[in-house]
């Protein structure tokens, strides 16, 4: 075991020490009319924008008069962001930028001295793929923290991508046009992005922080108008200015998504019947811009049906499983409802609370004849912007219908129960932009439930503080939760903060924190917590390079210190020390090993599912690492692998690998298979209550053996219309070798608990299988404007019989009940204002 640690710890050794002599890069160089020059490294660059006395026609063709006749200067002189940053690029680019009283135009001339050579691989939108691109990102506010990009490939695929504090958020789209085009020299991007898709401050004269980025796939190489240091913390922070903009106002911004849906489903309801049913739908998303600043968002009887299927699993843990959102008035615009954490937006429209107690309340002869899995939603709305001061705020409500299960008795009969009430939900966020890009926030959700089921309400705060260089931040969040159970009186409260600091900038960063989440905290209500009743505390450090050396483009290294304690009653839980490092090679494979050691024995306070009561968790080890081949090529592979060790004295393992191959066929067709293989061996776990008693723990030593196969395959018609297929297959196996009792110290003893019912099968035994299949078309045919038609299939299958073998068991699921839902959806989107103008004309 001693050298299992030493290896862990050595491995990633080679990676942290290799060096060598850096290799400088030739750049292309030429002469333009109008160039600035700058001569200070490091100077915010300023670009001149003028007013166009005719607009272009967005068609990638850069002779048109708007162009040629332009005198205003071009952005050029672009710097290196990787591989070599600080270098210049190794191909020019020439931008223009010029306006009119409806939008911002930019044309960009990427010189390439091998034309040929230029990938543009078809994509979705908002997916890059494997293509050169240009984009252009606006801080409209000149507050370092939020902005907007505008990608286009040399495919002509948009991407949007909305810029905060959090991260991005490329579920943000906008209505915008462009086109893009290959020549002798290279290509072309054109776009007109409408003012109605910013949000700026009413006034004459406009400065804004904006920037330009170009991608050169083929050689991974990454530049910038206005130099992004990598080692600074932040990129919006990094931007030039743009000026000019003058006399122009923000726009009625009043847009319309009205939508049509209809859809037809067949469900097998009982063996040997089947069932059709089908539906009609019909709502409207709407956008008002309310002024400069503030938007509202509204979806009117939403029809979310397309959303891709759940990744469903087999859970054995105690805690609750969290799936991504897939519903688009959920992904857009809702950055500032993420502060502290405190919002899971999963929890509207999702499953009812009292779907899983149905069973319990069933009497003698009764079974459940219709339980609704998720609750209608009927309406949601959102109101969220930034004032010229830099105070963002957002406000969030949604309703959600009354939910129940329908029980029918021996007779026939039918009774329902109610599985969740009419439901209100409520966010107001209040985030201040302070200078040096840092920030403070406040934010409360509010759950409201009709009749006597309890009301819940949580208070947070985020705030980040940083030096005027960027290098140093201290970081917190802290809220308090109140649960009403009987009126709006003696709520039960609880509360839970964290703060860390340190260096964010630079080759060497560190950063330490501390954190408490108290016993009686439960933001669950509208968030999604897993644990409470925590005290946390921990260092990490890091030495990253980012300059190309030796046969390496960069490298990123960590190590990682993590103490824990139970809150309440105040005992040792657990403590970990950790490392990773991961590099990218000039041949484009990315790599790295990471290690995660628990080196003293830890006690699991959550898996008995008891207050109070733990399980002695034994030393253990586990090293993992991963790679990722050059995307560049027609085949690529991914692979990843980890080994875990248990220091328990019956041989527990956790041994999980898994390979992704990627085949690019042609620019418009590609493949992908994942294959995951998860292998818990002699595992320990919860298994029940004995006779129901909580003070009787069973726990189970079982085998855990799962299996994740998804092979998806994209063939894109046109940067406009395109098909995608997902299917997967997930199959996970439990298998119980022994039962034990666990001890109030702890500890396992044996037990006479066989785990078997009185005609001797198992109880806790499980074998499940999910197989789902999404395929959408999608046909962009207008601005905003979408048809798409969706072929959904779901089998579930959930069985105390294990050991029948992958091949037996993938049989007997497709042989199973299955669900088919085909759907089409017509979205129009309308400009009130582009109507106006019609009109008007």
Not at 225 to 235: D, V, Y
Not at 493 to 515: A, D, E, L, P, R
Not at 558 to 565: F, G, K, N
Not at 591 to 614: H, K, L, N, S
Request: aromatic share 14%; proline share 3%; with cysteine.
């Amino acid at each position: 075991m001693k050298k299992l640690l030493v290896y862990c710890l050595l491995l990633q050794a080679p990676l942290a020490l290799l060096a060598a002599a850096e290799e400088d890069c030739e750049s292309e160089t030429g002469t333009s009319r109008n160039r600035i020059t700058y001569t200070n490294k490091g100077e915010q660059k300023e670009l001149v924008t003028q007013r166009l006395v005719k607009p272009p026609k967005i068609d990638g063709n850069l002779a048109d008069e708007a162009w040629t006749s332009a005198t205003t200067p071009l952005a050029d002189g672009f710097i290196q962001i990787e591989p070599q940053p600080g270098v210049p690029s190794r191909q020019k680019t020439e931008v223009y930028v010029m306006y009119d009283d409806n939008a911002l135009y930019i044309a960009a001339h990427l010189h390439d001295t091998k034309p040929d050579s230029i990938l543009h691989q078809l994509s979705r939108r908002d997916d890059l793929g494997n293509a050169d691109w240009f984009g252009v990102v606006v801080d409209a506010y000149q507050d370092g923290l939020n902005g907007l990009g505008f990608i286009l490939t040399a495919a002509g695929v948009q991407t949007d991508i909305k810029y905060t504090a959090q991260g991005e958020e490329v579920a943000w789209n906008a209505v915008w046009q462009s086109a893009a085009s290959r020549n002798e020299q290279g290509w072309v991007a054109e776009m007109r992005i409408p003012f109605s898709a910013f949000r700026f401050a009413n006034a004459d004269k406009q400065t804004w922080n904006i920037n330009f980025v170009r991608l050169v796939r083929r050689y991974r190489e990454k530049s910038a108008w206005n130099e992004i240091k990598p080692e600074i913390s932040g990129f919006l922070n990094q931007s030039g200015r743009l000026t000019g903009l003058d006399e122009i106002q923000a726009p009625v911004r009043l847009f319309f998504y009205p939508y049509v849906s209809a859809n037809v489903e067949h469900q097998y309801v009982k063996d040997g019947e089947s069932g059709f049913s089908k539906g009609f739908n019909a709502g409207m998303d709407i956008k008002y811009g309310i002024n400069d600043a503030f938007t509202l968002d509204m979806t009117l009887v939403p029809d979310f049906g397309q959303t891709q299927s759940d990744n469903q699993v087999l859970n054995l843990s105690p805690f609750e499983v969290r799936f991504n959102e897939n519903r688009q008035f959920f992904t857009e615009g809702t950055e500032l409802f993420g502060k502290a954490g405190l919002f899971y937006s999963r929890r509207i429209g999702g499953s009812p609370s009292g779907y899983y107690s149905v069973q319990e309340q069933l009497q003698e002869g009764e079974t459940i004849s219709n339980n609704p899995s998720e609750v209608q939603l009927l309406n949601s709305t959102k109101i969220s912007g930034r004032t010229a001061g830099g105070l963002g705020i957002g406000v969030l409500n949604s309703i959600t219908a009354p939910s129940h299960a329908t029980i029918k008795n021996s007779e026939n009969q039918t009774r329902e129960i109610l599985t969740q009430p009419l439901t209100n939900y409520n966010i107001f966020v209040l985030d201040q932009n302070l200078k040096n890009n840092s920030y403070v926030s406040f934010i409360n959700t509010n759950v409201f439930r009709s009749g006597a089921t309890p009301e819940a309400n949580v208070s947070g705060t985020e705030f980040r503080l940083a030096n005027k260089k960027n290098t140093y931040a201290i970081n917190g969040t802290a809220a308090l939760s109140q649960k009403y159970a009987n009126g709006f009186t003696n709520p039960g409260t609880g509360y839970q903060y964290n703060i860390s600091g340190g260096k964010i900038s630079g080759n060497t960063q560190f950063n330490v924190w501390h954190g408490i989440i108290s016993n009686t905290y439960d933001h669950n209500d509208l968030g999604y917590l897993t644990i409470n009743n925590l005290v946390s505390s921990g260092a990490q450090f890091r030495y990253n390079i980012y300059k190309p050396f030796g046969r390496f483009l960069n490298l990123f290294t960590s190590a990682r210190v993590e103490y824990l304690r139970i809150y309440k009653p105040g005992a040792f839980h657990n403590f970990a020390v950790s490392s990773e490092a991961w590099t990218t090679t000039r041949k484009q494979l990315s790599m790295g090993a990471w290690t995660w050691i628990e080196p003293v024995t830890t006690y699991d306070f959550y898996e008995p599912r008891v207050q109070g009561r733990y399980f002695t968790f034994p030393k253990n080890y586990n090293i993992g690492g991963w790679f990722s081949s050059n995307y560049d090529k027609r085949f690529a592979l991914d692979g990843r692998a980890n080994y875990r060790i248990f220091n328990d004295g019956e041989g527990r393992r956790n041994i999980n690998f898994g390979l992704s191959p990627i085949v690019r066929v042609s620019n418009k067709l590609q493949f992908r298979f994942d294959f995951d293989s998860y292998n818990f061996m002699k595992d320990v776990g919860f298994v029940s209550f004995r006779d129901g008693k909580e003070t009787d723990i069973i726990f189970g030593r079982r085998n855990v053996h799962t299996i994740e196969n998804v092979f998806s395959a994209n063939y894109i018609f046109t940067n406009r219309m395109g098909l995608t297929f997902r299917m997967r297959h997930y199959f996970s196996e439990a298998v119980y070798q022994k039962y034990y009792y666990l001890q109030n110290n702890g500890l396992l003893a044996d037990t006479d608990y066989t785990g078997l019912n009185e005609e001797g099968e198992t109880l806790h035994n499980a074998s499940f299988n999910a197989f789902n299949i999404d395929m959408v078309y999608t046909w962009q045919f207008a601005p905003g404007s979408e048809v798409s038609v969706v072929w959904k299939n779901a089998i579930y299958r959930f069985t105390r019989q294990t050991g029948n073998g992958y091949a037996d068991n993938l049989q007997r699921t497709l042989g199973n009940d299955q669900t088919n839902n085909l759907s089409v959806k017509i979205l129009y989107f309308i400009d009130y204002l582009s109507l106006k103008r019609k009109k008007t004309a």
